[in-house]
């Protein structure tokens, strides 16, 4: 019984982690076409707030795991 929990557990943190990754990944795309679309400043200024905002929450979900 306590394999069972613990492979459920083990199966959950790798989930997390992999999420945190994905997201993670995501602010950083963000982040590039932020600076892609530097000539726009509203463009600009969206991406880098959701960049960052991406970047933290994966940052955040992968310490959880």
């Not at 613990?6 to 932020?34: E, H, M, P």
């Not at 200024?45 to 955040?60: L, M, P, R, S, T």
Request: net charge positive; hydrophobic share 50%.
């Amino acid at each position: 019984m306590a394999s069972t929990a613990n492979s459920a557990q083990t199966q959950q943190t790798a989930q997390k982690t992999k999420i945190g990754y994905f997201v993670q990944l995501g602010g950083i795309v963000a982040f590039a076409v932020g600076l892609i679309l530097s000539a726009h400043h509203i463009a600009i200024g969206a991406a880098y707030v959701g960049g960052f905002a991406a970047f933290y929450v994966g940052e955040k979900i992968r310490s959880m795991a």
